[in-house]
T-cell receptor, first 105, second 114 residues
Framework: GIQVEQSPPDLILQEGANSTLRCNFS?????LQWFHQNPWGQLINLFY???GTKQNGRLSATTVATERYSLLYISSSQTTDSGVYFC???????FGAGTILRVKS | DTGVSQDPRHKITKRGQNVTFRCDPI?????LYWYRQTLGQGPEFLTY????????KSRLLSDRFSAERPKGSFSTLEIQRTEQGDSAMYLC????????????FGEGSWLTVV
């Protein structure tokens, strides 16, 4: 089955800093999505992005489907951005292990 | 509230007991998914439905687990003869195929087996 690798596993930022999270897939995937899991466990869909680039406020995502990776950019980070970021893809949505982000004030 | 809802949110049960979780997807969503998540891990696929048809069940899912979606609306996930290793958060999600493919998750049902 599809393998999903996320990097980095942990990231600590000072408030206001920018960051890039990466997601690599072992095979071509459809249905690629990014999620943020808050401290209460709720998974919030950030982007559906099988290819190309999308932006939503301070967040943007780029997927290069031919090279089987996707990037999530967070600009001007805020403490409320803290949590775990997951990418997932495929019909069944196979998830990576996540990136734990901590933003310090 | 038009989001995905799950019930109960928390369940503590003794080993060997049966438990059932319910998921109400977003209205009109034809796909419904169940996942399991343990601490420090990403959600793990269990099974999914297209309307009332169960399309796939993970090989990781033992025969103690069963899921149904009898009328293509809400779904139930039952765990029989619970074991301590079943302790996890069980997540339900739904989406409408062919309509942006964005998937929406419920808040999850936390299970603790003691």
């Amino acid at each position: 089955g599809i393998q999903v690798e996320q990097s980095p596993p942990d990231l600590i930022l000072q408030e206001g800093a920018n960051s890039t999270l990466r997601c690599n897939f072992s095979d071509s995937v459809n249905n690629l999505q990014w999620f943020h899991q808050n401290p209460w466990g709720q998974l919030i869909n950030l982007f559906y992005i099988p290819s190309g680039t999308k932006q939503n406020g301070r967040l943007s995502a780029t997927t290069v489907a031919t090279e089987r990776y996707s990037l999530l950019y967070i600009s001007s980070s805020q403490t409320t951005d803290s949590g775990v970021y997951f990418c997932a893809g495929g019909d069944k949505l196979v998830f990576g292990a996540g990136t734990i982000l901590r933003v310090k004030s | 509230d038009t989001g995905v809802s799950q019930d109960p949110r928390h369940k503590i049960t003794k080993r060997g007991q049966n438990v059932t979780f319910r998921c109400d997807p977003i209205s009109e969503h034809n796909r419904l998914y169940w996942y399991r998540q343990t601490l420090g891990q990403g959600p793990e696929f269990l099974t999914y439905f297209q309307n009332e048809a169960q399309l796939e069940k993970s090989r990781l899912l033992s025969d103690r687990f069963s899921a149904e979606r009898p009328k293509g609306s809400f779904s139930t996930l039952e765990i029989q003869r619970t074991e301590q290793g079943d302790s996890a958060m069980y997540l339900c999600a739904s989406r409408q195929t062919g309509s942006g493919n964005t998937i929406y998750f419920g808040e999850g049902s936390w299970l603790t087996v003691v």
